[in-house]
Structure formats: structure tokens, C-alpha cells
């Protein structure tokens, strides 16, 4: 069993920064894909960005240029640096793996962006 717990969101205002922690317990995940997805009110969830277990990254459209993920094998955790962030980022950022077929999400932590 997996567990993920995001945390470091929060209010910022536009063009601020913020940076997302997901750590992970239950099994080593340096091996595995991570993902960040956000969910806005109404909207489906979608997809941020991922991070192979090589620490090669790729990101949305959206949010390409403006995010950056990152991970520390180490300390099994996986990061979400936000920067320039627009009032259209509003949403809850969860973190995410798949193992066999099986995804394991966080709780989400919330992030709103002021214009």
C-alpha cells in the first residue's frame, strides 16, 4: 500500500510563487513514474505534469515554462515549483502513481491565486 500526502499550498497572489511537496510511504517510489494533476471547481481533473524515476519531466501546455517538477529519491518525495502563477491555476493539486494498473492519489492540497 501507497501513501501520499501533498502539502504547501496556500493564497499567493498573481505572478507569485508557491512550491507543492507529495511525500510518499508504504514503498519506495524511486522507480516509478510520479504525476501532478489540479482539479479546478467544475472542471476534471487534469494532468500538471509527470516525472520518470530518471528525473526526465514533461508538463501541459498550460503550465509549461511556469512549473517545474522535481523529485528526491532520498527522501521519497516529489515537487511541484510554481512560479508566475495566474488566477486560472486555482484549482486542488494532487499527486499521483500508478503500480500495476492501481492509482494511489493524495488528499490534494488547495492553491488560489489572487489577481
Known amino acids: 500500500q501507497v501513501q501520499l500526502v501533498e502539502s504547501g499550498g496556500g493564497l499567493v497572489q498573481a505572478g507569485g510563487s508557491l512550491r507543492l511537496s507529495c511525500v510518499a510511504s508504504?514503498?519506495?517510489?524511486?522507480?516509478?513514474?510520479m504525476a501532478w494533476y489540479r482539479q479546478a471547481v467544475g472542471k476534471q481533473r487534469e494532468l500538471v505534469g509527470t516525472?520518470?524515476?530518471?528525473?526526465?519531466?514533461n508538463y501541459a501546455d498550460s503550465v509549461k515554462g511556469r512549473f517545474t517538477i522535481s523529485r528526491d529519491k532520498a527522501k521519497n518525495t516529489v515537487y511541484l515549483q510554481m512560479n508566475s502563477l495566474k488566477p486560472e491555476d486555482t484549482a486542488v493539486y494532487y499527486c499521483?502513481?500508478?503500480?500495476?494498473?492501481?492509482?494511489?492519489w493524495g488528499q490534494g492540497t488547495q492553491v488560489t491565486v489572487s489577481s
Open positions: 499521483n502513481v500508478a503500480i500495476y494498473g492501481i492509482d494511489f
Open positions: 516525472i520518470t524515476s530518471g528525473g526526465s519531466a
Open positions: 508504504g514503498r519506495s517510489l524511486s522507480f516509478n513514474t
